[in-house]
């Protein structure tokens, strides 16, 4: 705040001159002043005894000058000029960006009226002492969600040229009491009915359980990266299968549709907040696509805005009864329209099985209701099967869905499933694997929650032979056992804003993990999600969150949010718009000590170094392509050839096969010695459970580099220190079942 003296109004003790000085020099300067003026004076520190003390606060005065007319009589003319005089020595130089009145962080201009943002300081810049960026990372939000599902599902708008009244209202058929807001009955229970007031009452909404109105407001977004927030995965989000069935919409239900229009919409709001901050370039709203200026924009002290993709059928990939209705070059010019718009992570399959993959599913009455959803988009329901490993989907239950379950045909029925059967039958497809490699080709980042545990672990199979570190779990839809081989890959990991001792317990399970692997945590608030969010602990918790509190850098200070005529405390209203991320974060370190707000501070290096590695990725030569290759046997068959070449041959769609018997084995001349350190193995339902990779430079002396009595199949990958070889031997030893041993390819690289 700028150092300002002026004269005061007349009063019967006298004249009155008052001064806020920053710094103890200015304060004994000051003094001084009073001394030759011969006035009363008081100077007293002006920092409040409830607010937490921070460095920036030393040294900061109010003083107050008054003069006894009784005393040492003087013309006011004549201590008007030694004030102003005085004004001129105190004040800041005229380069000072306080004294100029334009802070980089306080727009030029902004709507009026307006949400409050209620946090005072600068944002923090820079990079700490080994030059990595800081702040807090939330892999998964929905901006625009409200464009989606048809346009009426999520009521309200993150911005309007119109301003916050046209923004921030309800849905046109949740007046005048919310009778008709069917899906916030379905959503939240109860009949639905609600005050769709928004500004400037806000009586109900937004709220911490209110699935259906807007909770990214702009301005509240503005108040979390205030709050120390730097990186922002902005998922664009749709399903047309809810909106087909919804009854309100305003528009089609193409999924790339909405996708396209949720895209620009983003590229809007920056442009938005750029014009209130001077021009384009200049707001705290970045949109980013690549790691690089992602970090110029976090170094810059703003909000790295990076674009993602949620939805059911991307690419139009959807099945009906088992058959894909996209292709390979649907798949293609999907990626790459999705790049040209700026997208660098996304899902391939959520809450529907597509031609891509299987979901994890949902449980309960939501699940029913999924699952009727699922057959009416695919013309089947979930299959399950045992799970193969300890990993499992979430339990589907049998609760009843009656509004969903009346949409289907008359005859049909969701089916029971068998509790010892958790695991989605569906896996990931052909098509779900040329996906993901097509995924790696353009550097983009793979989101596996949503993935059915099937279709993840062929996933991290897939990117594990390419050692591609592209890996993101953003709001803790995967089996958690799935963790560590996240972070072994160089993947990023985010845990869904749960409430804080819940958060806190996770963030605890998982700590030693990250310790491991030297990585910061992450958060995904999914808000707009349709998920649910933090409710109020109470005004009485024992570590309740204390108004006003500093950031977790310690250079802002931190209010009860205000919004028209409401103001939100997390204590007693809990996470009821993404402007509470910051006092929700507050309430971790309350909850659960600073350890766990200190990984979520390194979230956004975390997340960027996963993003940097992915780019810079270059898939190893396979030595093994083409190669000459023989085995101890070959499977008959007078329609194919199983010869020992198909397994070395770059296509997925052939395969070696041996006799049905143990002590088989493949070998690949590759031509010259090489140093070898890494062998993919993708095996065909025939598989190895015991088998070994042998090297040898001359092809009669081998050496055993890897072995293991456990393979389960799939696509395997042996590491080890490189050693020269030119010939490559897999040795089964024991069959995983009653046939041979069967490869669709071996690759062989050099580590």
Not at 279 to 303: M, Y
Not at 354 to 366: E, I, K, P, T, W
Not at 484 to 512: D, H, P
């Amino acid at each position: 705040m700028p150092s300002i003296i002026r004269p005061g109004p007349r009063s019967r003790t006298g004249w009155i001159g008052a001064a806020r000085v920053r710094g103890a020099a200015g304060v004994l300067t000051f003094r001084a002043a009073v001394a030759i003026l011969g006035a009363d004076c008081v100077v007293h520190d002006n920092v409040s005894p409830t607010v937490p003390r921070h460095p920036a606060d030393r040294g900061t005065w109010a003083v107050t000058v008054r003069r006894d007319p009784q005393r040492h009589r003087r013309e006011a003319g004549v201590l008007t000029a030694l004030l102003l005089v005085l004004a001129v020595v105190l004040s800041p130089t005229p380069s000072s960006a306080a004294a100029a009145g334009n802070d980089w962080w306080t727009p030029v201009s902004r709507p009026a009226p307006d949400s409050g943002i209620d946090v005072t300081g600068e944002p923090f810049k820079g990079t700490d002492a080994q030059g990595r960026v800081r702040g807090f990372a939330d892999a998964h939000d929905h901006l625009f969600a409200n464009e989606a599902f048809g346009g009426r599902l999520i009521c309200g708008k993150v911005f309007s040229e119109a301003g916050i009244a046209d923004a921030l209202k309800d849905c046109p058929e949740h007046y005048p009491d919310g009778s008709l807001a069917v899906f916030d009955f379905i959503t939240k229970g109860g009949d639905g009915r609600h005050d769709p007031v928004g500004w400037p009452t806000f009586k109900d909404w937004p709220a911490h359980d209110s699935l259906t109105h807007q909770q990214n407001y702009y301005a509240w977004v503005e108040r979390a990266w205030r709050g120390g927030q730097r990186v922002l995965v902005n998922d664009l989000v749709t399903n047309g299968v809810i909106c087909s069935v919804y009854f309100f919409k305003d528009r089609g239900c193409d999924e790339m549709t909405s996708i396209r229009l949720q895209a620009k919409l983003t590229y809007d709001l920056q442009s938005y907040v750029d014009r209130m901050y001077g021009g384009p370039g200049k707001g705290w709203f970045r949109i980013v696509t690549d790691s690089a200026q992602a970090r110029e924009v976090v170094e810059q002290g703003k909000l790295a805005v990076v674009l993602g993709v949620e939805t059911s059928e991307p690419f139009g990939c959807k099945q009906v009864l088992d058959v894909p209705q996209c292709d390979r070059h649907d798949i293609d010019a999907g990626l790459d329209e999705l790049y040209a718009l700026g997208v660098r992570s996304m899902f391939l399959c959520h809450k529907f099985d597509n031609a891509l993959c299987g979901v994890r599913f949902d449980s309960g009455g939501l699940g029913t209701a999924i699952n009727v959803g699922q057959f009416l988009s695919t013309g089947t329901f979930w299959r399950t099967e045992k799970c193969a490993g300890p990993q499992h989907d979430n339990p589907i239950g049998s609760a009843a869905a009656p509004g969903a379950e009346a949409k289907l045909p008359p005859g049909v029925s969701v089916p029971g499933y068998s509790a010892d059967a958790q695991c989605n039958a569906r896996g990931l497809t052909d098509l779900g694997e040329y996906a993901v490699r097509g995924m790696m080709k353009r550097r983009m980042m793979l989101e596996i929650d949503h993935m059915g545990v099937k279709a993840a672990g062929r996933a991290l199979d897939i990117l594990e032979a390419g050692s591609y570190p592209g890996v993101i779990s953003s709001h803790s839809w995967m089996d958690m056992n799935w963790t560590e081989r996240v972070y072994g890959l160089g993947g990023f990991v985010a845990q869904y804003m749960n409430g804080s001792k819940g958060f806190v317990a996770e963030a605890n399970r998982t700590k030693a993990l990250r310790e491991k692997y030297g990585v910061g945590y992450g958060f995904g608030t999914d808000m707009n999600g349709v998920g649910g969010w933090p409710g109020p602990r109470g005004a009485d918790a024992p570590d309740k969150v204390v108004y006003p509190f500093r950031s977790v850098d310690g250079g802002s200070l931190i209010d009860r949010q205000t919004t028209g005529e409401r103001t939100w405390d997390l204590n007693t209203d809990g996470a009821a718009h993404y402007g509470m991320v910051p006092d929700w974060i507050e309430d971790i370190r309350r909850v659960g000590g600073q350890d766990t707000v200190d990984d979520l501070f390194r979230g956004a290096e975390s997340y960027l170094g996963t993003w940097g590695a992915a780019e810079r990725y270059q898939a190893s030569a396979d030595l093994a392509a083409g190669a000459p290759a023989a085995a101890s046997s070959s499977e008959w068959n007078p329609f194919t050839s199983y010869a020992p070449g198909r397994a070395v041959d770059g296509r997925r769609d052939t395969r070696w096969a041996s006799d049905w018997s143990d002590g088989q084995w493949l070998r690949i001349d590759l031509g010259s010695t090489h140093l070898v350190g890494r062998v993919t193995l993708d095996w065909e339902r025939a598989y190895g459970r015991s088998y070994r990779v042998e090297l040898s430079t001359d092809g009669v002396n081998w050496r055993t580099a890897w072995s293991t009595t456990s393979g389960d199949g799939g696509l395997d990958t042996a590491r080890f220190s490189p050693e020269p070889a030119r010939y490559v031997r897999v040795t089964g030893t024991g069959r995983g079942t009653q046939w041979g041993y069967s490869l669709y390819e071996v690759g062989v690289h050099s580590g």
